[in-house]
T-cell receptor
Framework: EADIYQTPRYLVIGTGKKITLECSQTMGHDKMYWYQQDPGMELHLIHYSYGVNSTEKGDLSSESTVSRIRTEHFPLTLESARPSHTSQYLC?????????????FGEGSWLTVV | KNQVEQSPQSLIILEGKNCTLQCNYTVSPFSNLRWYKQDTGRGPVSLTIMTFSENTKSNGRYTATLDADTKQSSLHITASQLSDSASYICVVSDRGSTLGRLYFGRGTQLTVWP
């Protein structure tokens, strides 16, 4: 079992609300990622981080923002949620030296914006 | 364009039977290929990872093969169980960046009936 945790697992919020999805890992991994996945579709990278104070946008444009103040913590924030943000958000981490190493995923956060 | 295509899109088999899932990719330069199992509403869990020099790897009843020349991989499941019902995702990593960018297939949805 991977030691990477996401909260909340399920959330329904109203349009315009601010929401932060939490992600924590206890494996000491430097690299962390946020993916977005719609039902039946592939995962899309929206943010990644190589380490503390390092954040980059991924392949899929997202209105969300992230921060990496501590190695173990990589929260994702939506300042003003919209129905188009309804999706599953998966947090992941991997040790330094990605090649040949496994990426560990959290259980996911299902966000519904009404 | 780097892509990962999986087939079939969905598959139903009877408990105890074997099945084979396919993954074709165009990702270049190739680094490694992973198979993940994703239960409904959960995060993906790694089954196998193979680098260029490996052409087969097993994990219990799961056996993955890789043909780097034809850019094809397969995941063979032996003596299927009800708990094998899940989406199986093929993920290919390239060498083209320090991130080791990941390309995800859409998955094969496997249903095992009693």
């Amino acid at each position: 079992e991977a030691d990477i945790y996401q909260t909340p697992r399920y959330l329904v919020i109203g349009t315009g609300k601010k929401i932060t999805l939490e992600c924590s890992q206890t494996m000491g991994h430097d690299k962390m990622y946020w993916y977005q996945q719609d039902p039946g579709m592939e995962l899309h990278l929206i943010h990644y981080s190589y380490g503390v104070n390092s954040t980059e946008k991924g392949d899929l444009s997202s209105e969300s923002t992230v921060s990496r103040i501590r190695t173990e913590h990589f929260p994702l924030t939506l300042e003003s949620a919209r129905p188009s943000h309804t999706s599953q958000y998966l947090c992941a981490s991997s040790p330094t030296g990605l090649e040949g190493n496994t990426i560990y995923f959290g259980e996911g956060s299902w966000l519904t914006v009404v | 364009k780097n892509q990962v295509e999986q087939s079939p899109q969905s598959l139903i088999i009877l408990e105890g039977k074997n099945c084979t899932l396919q993954c074709n990719y165009t990702v270049s330069p190739f680094s490694n290929l992973r198979w993940y199992k994703q239960d409904t509403g959960r995060g993906p869990v790694s089954l196998t990872i193979m680098t260029f020099s490996e052409n087969t790897k097993s994990n219990g009843r799961y056996t993955a093969t890789l043909d780097a020349d034809t850019k094809q991989s397969s995941l063979h499941i032996t003596a299927s169980q009800l708990s094998d019902s899940a989406s199986y995702i093929c993920v290919v990593s390239d060498r083209g960046s320090t991130l080791g960018r990941l390309y995800f297939g859409r998955g094969t949805q496997l249903t095992v009936w009693p």
